[in-house]
């Protein structure tokens, strides 16, 4: 007898998003076990999107505790609806190495910010253990990256991993603001539509 | 903002590259619009995909562990802060200060949980458990190994401990004779003999604390006969914004916390703690920078530190 297909979710990477809820709650209710517990989920992923960000081990470390922190004391304002607990402690997490990335290129202390592009992303899973149906996803994430025109493509880099909004995106690459705003949503269109059939499959 | 503008902006709005005035707008009316609340959630789904599209990375495990370690010690403290209920355990530091004269100093959150007894501790328990092996409730027993510290008070001089006890006495002696013996006046007397006699005699050994550019910055005096522990520090900075130092004794197996303070204005500090120690097992004193509350084990940087 096979076993039961597990159902296709990003977030069943690390475990459902039902439990990562579950984690919040017990955290709105002063639990910090829950936090310790959500730390061990999410860490891993977390950290290697700010090292990939941030290029620095130890900012990134301090990233991670830091975003952990905010989720401790912000953890009554994680809106379900708005998406995976996931989604909002990488977002956090993402957002608060952008702002270091901006006070390095104030400081004009960014040496390798130039290295930072979707192009140094793996063209899949790296560790065999990450085969799941959750990488089935981030695969198909990457193939419509990867199909994105270079003019998308670049206008998304900047905006990513850049942390550069679309007036300096304008700037940097000489094309007009409203050019630059239309190849970013039509990016940004284009990635979710994976995201889009995978919860239709899922449903 | 009209409903074509938000969802033209959403794109961007999702990977933050916006301004913070555009972003409200658009998340203001997304929030209220049935067709760009969903797309601004799907839009933020994407970018934490291609969040997870990073190549993984393994945090160094005993870092990690650190971290995780310091922010569920960090949340249990914040806890403990909050569920402390008004009439709780006095706070002997604002008792001290106020019976010395030297006015309110703030207690680090942490220091909620020390109490104001000067009983004996045992070295030997809660700091060597793994942390999440203990009871919750436990939390306090690790920073009440430290000595069970009692924080005294913060900016005294030692000499003015004693000019003080002569005053109080002065006072003492001219004062009703149907003063209660568990009178105010007469218990901060009492403490400052305590002190004066814990920094004196033949038993007491002193451990000049300096910081790595060896400038002295205070010392710390054991009495090895009363078990009396006398830390005194001197234009010490104060610790970062959410910081706390963190005091520990280190022997040869262990860095026993002592407890968590915060120097006066002046960088002044003055601890007392009882605990019992083998006379010959201290090698040094250490001062860390820590988060607020305090932690098991030090992770912080060596701010100061003195071999015995």
């Known amino acids: ?203 | 903002m009209s409903h074509d503008e938000a969802f033209a902006e959403l794109a961007a709005v999702a990977l933050d590259a916006v301004s913070a005035d555009v972003a409200g707008a658009v998340r203001a009316h997304a929030a209220a619009c049935p067709e760009c609340g969903p797309e601004l959630a799907a839009m933020e789904e994407t970018v934490a995909v291609l969040g997870e599209l990073a190549p993984s990375a393994q945090m160094n495990r005993g870092r990690s562990a650190g971290i995780r370690s310091r922010l569920v010690v960090r949340a249990r403290a914040e806890r403990e802060l909050h569920s402390v209920p008004a009439a709780g355990p006095p706070d002997i530091s604002r008792g001290v200060a106020s019976l010395t004269g030297l006015g309110h100093k703030t207690t680090p959150s942490g220091q909620r949980a020390v109490t104001g007894e000067t009983k004996r501790v045992s070295p030997s328990d809660p700091m060597h458990a793994p942390i999440e092996d203990r009871p919750i409730r436990r939390m306090s027993s690790w920073l009440a190994i430290a000595a069970t510290l009692a924080l005294i008070a913060t900016g005294a001089q030692l000499l003015r401990v004693t000019s003080d006890r002569n005053a109080m006495r002065a006072r003492l002696a001219t004062a009703d004779t149907a003063t209660s013996p568990s009178d105010s006046m007469t218990v901060a007397l009492n403490q400052k003999d305590s002190m004066i006699a814990a920094m004196t005699g033949p038993d007491v050994k002193v451990v000049p604390l300096s910081n790595a550019t060896a400038q002295p910055l205070g010392r710390m005096m054991w009495n090895r006969a009363s078990d009396d522990w006398i830390m005194v520090t001197y234009n010490l900075r104060p610790p970062r914004p959410g910081m706390t130092y963190q005091v520990w004794l280190v022997t040869d197996s262990a860095k026993i916390s002592a407890g968590t303070f915060r120097p006066d204005a002046a960088g002044r500090t003055v601890m007392h703690a009882r605990y019992a120690m083998a006379p010959d097992a201290l090698r040094a004193v250490a001062i860390t920078e820590e988060p607020e509350g305090g932690v098991p084990a030090p992770t912080g940087p060596m701010v100061v530190s003195g071999s015995a």
């Open chain 1, 1 to 203: 007898m096979n076993p039961p297909r597990r159902e296709l979710s990003y977030s069943t990477v690390n475990g459902s998003n039902a439990e990562d809820v579950v984690l919040i709650q017990r955290m709105c209710d002063a639990d910090e076990t829950a936090l310790g517990a959500l730390y061990d989920r999410w860490m891993r992923s977390l950290y290697s999107l700010v090292l990939h960000l941030l290029k620095d081990p130890d900012e990134a470390e301090d990233v991670v505790e830091e975003t952990f922190w905010q989720a401790w004391r912000k953890a009554s304002s994680y809106e379900p609806s708005r998406g995976a607990v996931s989604t909002w402690l990488l977002t956090i997490g993402r957002r608060k190495a952008l702002d270091r990335l901006r006070a390095r290129k104030r400081n004009r202390e960014d040496p390798v910010g130039h290295d930072r592009t979707f192009a140094d992303l793996p063209s899949q899973a790296q560790d065999p253990s990450e085969e799941t149906e959750g990488s089935e996803l981030r695969q198909h994430v990457l193939a419509a990256l990867q199909e994105l025109p270079a003019e998308q493509r670049e206008v998304l880099d900047l905006g990513y991993f850049k942390g550069m909004s679309q007036t300096e995106i304008a700037d940097a690459t000489g094309q007009p603001l409203g050019t630059v705003k239309t190849r970013m949503r039509l990016a940004m269109q284009k990635l979710r539509e994976p995201l889009s059939m995978h919860r239709e499959v899922k449903e």
